[in-house]
Structures are given as C-alpha cells and as structure tokens.
C-alpha cells in the first residue's frame, strides 16, 4: 500500500517552455502533496506543500509565478514548470500524505527535468 | 525554521563494520524523525523512524537514538554490507503540520569488501 507514481520519470525541454509533472497517490487519499526539488550530490529542498482544493503554499526563495501547483483532487497534484531555463534542471521529486497528523511521507520516484 | 545539520557528509567502511551517522536540529518543537535512504537516481526510502517520546529504536541492523535535550539523532548500522552504499538523509518534522520535512545534507555511505 501507499504508492506514489509519477509521471514522466523524465523529460527534456527546451529553453522558454513549460513543462507539466504529475504527481499520484494510486491507493490512498492524498489530503496534502509536497514537491521537492534535489540538484545532483544535494539534499532534497521543499519547494511548496499543497493541500486538496486550496492554494499551495511556497517555500521562501520559491517562484510561485514560475513554479504553478495544482491539487485539484485527492489522488493527483500537478507541477509546471513555466519558462523553463538551464538552471531548472533538476530531479524533482513529489510525496503525499494522508492527512494532517499522519506523520509519514510517501514518496514518488522522482522526474528528471533537462532543459537545453 | 526548522534547520537540520548531518554529519559527516561521506564515511567509508568495510564491510561488516559499524557505520554512525548523526544530526542535529534546532527546533525543539519537532518531534518526528526519519531517516532516508537514497540510491542515485532514485526516490528516498523511508529505513526507520523514531518519534520523540521514544529514545532509541532498533530494526535488525538498523538502530537510531534520540536525545532530546541535546537536539541530536543518530543512525546505526552494524553489519554493514555492500548494499548498504548509498546517500543517508535524516530529517525533522513536528507532527500535526501536515508532515513538513526538514532534510539534513546527506550522508554518501561507501561499504567496501
């Protein structure tokens, strides 16, 4: 149980597009997803938290405009990068969890973004 | 914020050693602390955890210690095999906000034969 999938596992885009990552949790009700970003050799930093049917809430030093994040269900969380540059080139990771005091983060295995 | 620190940020063992990786945090309110393990390019995995009422917890041959007063977590892992080379994340959250995760830096743990 508690599977978390992503879609693409990874995508190379050019500079100036956008590029959409999916984010689903297959057998449970994802009440908040969290996106997370990790350059090579780095940690994971979280970019912004999402709960179903509300605005996402953003990490200090994350573009909101740049970086558009959807939960409009509670089984699906969508990430676009817009305008894509060179420099957002990274592995962006998502998790969900299963409600306010569920203490657990579920992981999903991750998209590799390129852009050229 | 929360902010986690994670030493050391590589450590080489033979194979059947002992491998000690520790963290610290600074914010007393947290209370939830998991630790990660991470092979490239792939998702991190959830290895053990341990909750704030509890100071220490053992999983074969994984174990990992909490002191509180002092803010600082550590994981052990006897035995170690080659499988066990991969990243070590630790991290923090305060459970009931929504499961928020502070990660610690990384730890590149490399067993050798």
């Known amino acids: 149980g508690a599977v978390v999938s992503q879609h693409p596992s990874w995508v190379i885009c050019k500079s100036g597009t956008s590029v959409k990552i999916e984010c689903r949790s297959l057998d449970f009700q994802a009440t908040t997803m969290f996106w997370y970003r990790q350059f090579p050799k780095q940690s994971l930093m979280l970019m912004a938290t999402?709960?179903?049917?509300?605005?996402?809430?953003?990490e200090q030093g994350v573009e909101k405009d740049k970086f558009l994040i959807n939960h409009a269900s509670l089984t699906l969380s969508t990430l676009t990068v817009t305008s894509a540059h060179p420099e957002d080139s990274s592995f962006y990771i998502c998790?969900?969890?299963?409600?306010?005091?569920?203490?657990?983060?579920?992981f999903g295995p991750g998209t590799r973004l390129t852009v050229t | 914020g929360e902010n986690v620190e994670q030493h050391p940020s590589t450590l080489s063992v033979q194979e059947g050693d002992s491998a000690v990786i520790k963290c610290t945090y600074s914010d007393s309110a947290s209370n939830y602390f998991p630790w990660y393990k991470q092979e490239l390019g792939k998702r991190p995995q959830l290895i053990i955890d341990?909750?704030?009422?509890?100071g220490e917890k053992k999983d074969q041959r994984i174990a990992v210690t909490l002191n509180k007063t002092a803010k600082h977590f550590s994981l052990h892992i006897t035995e170690t095999q080659p499988e066990d080379s991969a990243v070590y994340f630790c991290a923090a959250s305060m459970i009931g906000t929504a499961s928020k995760l502070t990660f610690g830096t990384g730890t590149r743990l490399q067993v050798t034969l």
């Open positions: 341990i909750r704030s009422n509890v």
């Open positions: 998790s969900a969890s299963s409600g306010t005091f569920s203490y657990e983060q579920y």
């Open positions: 999402s709960n179903e049917g509300s605005k996402a809430t953003y």
